[in-house]
């Protein structure tokens, strides 16, 4: 009696063999995925145009790296504040954590600047996102090399570029 069963010829529970199943639920779901893209709804246009998107989300943008440079200042001026031993509290005290100098690494904000990207599903649609670029450098403490960082800002600004 041999035990060993060939892949190809194991059975579901449908009695059906697996390459047959799989290949029926591909085809069952291609229809569904066809048509939640085809019938999305274009997104809500928050932009008259490219330039207006990028001036709002530029805007948006640099008011959120104002706030990371307040508490930046913050933190270097109550160190304390911004440590885990001395405040568990730290994180949810501050909006940007991350951006914070430690003992291990040091952060230096280079940059905020807008990107656009088009919608993929809706031709002639773009949106934009707003970013705050900066160096991450390990202090004499850490080992490692300085690397280049972004988080967005802004969730930016819908167009339609015609």
């Known amino acids: 009696m041999e035990l060993a069963l060939d892949a190809a010829n194991q059975t579901t529970h449908h009695h059906l063999p697996m ?9 069952l779901a291609l229809p569904l995925v066809l048509g939640m893209t085809a019938c999305s709804k274009p997104p809500e246009i928050t932009a008259s145009s490219y330039e207006e998107a990028m001036d709002k989300c530029m805007e948006e943008s640099k008011a959120e790296l ?6 930046r200042a913050r933190a270097k001026a109550d160190p304390k504040s911004a440590d885990f031993d001395t405040n568990p509290n730290y994180v949810s005290d501050y909006d ?3 951006l914070l ?3 291990w690494e040091t952060i230096e904000i280079t940059q905020v600047y807008c990107s ?6 809706h031709k002639g649609y773009w949106h934009n996102f707003g970013y705050l670029e900066y160096l991450r450098r390990p202090t004499d403490k850490a080992f490692g090399r300085t690397e280049v960082d972004r988080v967005v800002v802004s969730y ?3 167009w339609i570029d015609e």
Do not use: I, R, V, W
């Open 156 to 158: 930016g600004y819908n």
């Open 66 to 71: 104002k706030l990371a440079n307040e508490e």
């Open 116 to 121: 656009p990207h088009p919608y993929k599903n």
């Open 96 to 98: 940007y954590p991350f």
């Open 101 to 103: 100098d430690s003992e």
């Open 19 to 27: 390459k047959q199943t799989k290949a029926l639920t591909a085809l």
